[in-house]
């Protein structure tokens, strides 16, 4: 079975920082591409962030500079540090891997942030 389980979520103020965790179990963690997906209110699910298996990272242009994915592949974790965080970064946060040809997905951790 596998399981991916999302914390470190919460409300922020504006500028603040917060680091998501994704916990996961069930794959072959250090061989897996893992990323990070949010979805705001109304809105679809976007890409975030991802890292490879050789640790080589890409984000999207509105979180460059502020946020950094990492992982740990002996603790199956993979982290979102979220620095500066502004209003509109506010949404549910997913974390996502492929594993044997089939998508998986967290719950989710949700972001708050105030102005």
């Known amino acids: 079975q596998v399981y991916l389980v999302e914390s470190g979520g919460g409300l922020v103020q504006a500028g603040g920082s917060l680091r998501l965790s994704c916990r996961t179990s069930?794959?072959?963690?250090?061989?897996?591409?893992m990323a990070w997906y949010r979805q705001a209110p109304g809105k679809q699910r976007d890409l975030v962030a991802t890292?490879?298996?050789?640790?080589?990272?890409n984000y999207t242009d509105s979180v460059k500079g502020r946020f950094t994915i990492s992982r740990d592949n002996a603790r199956a974790t993979v982290y979102l540090q979220m620095n500066s965080l502004k209003v509109e970064d506010a949404a549910d946060y997913y974390c996502?891997?492929?594993?044997?040809?089939?998508?998986?997905w967290g719950r989710g951790t949700q972001v708050t942030v105030s102005s």
């Open positions: 069930g794959i072959n963690f250090s061989i897996s591409r």
């Open positions: 996502q891997t492929s594993w044997k040809s089939r998508n998986y």
């Open positions: 890292i490879s298996r050789d640790g080589s990272t």
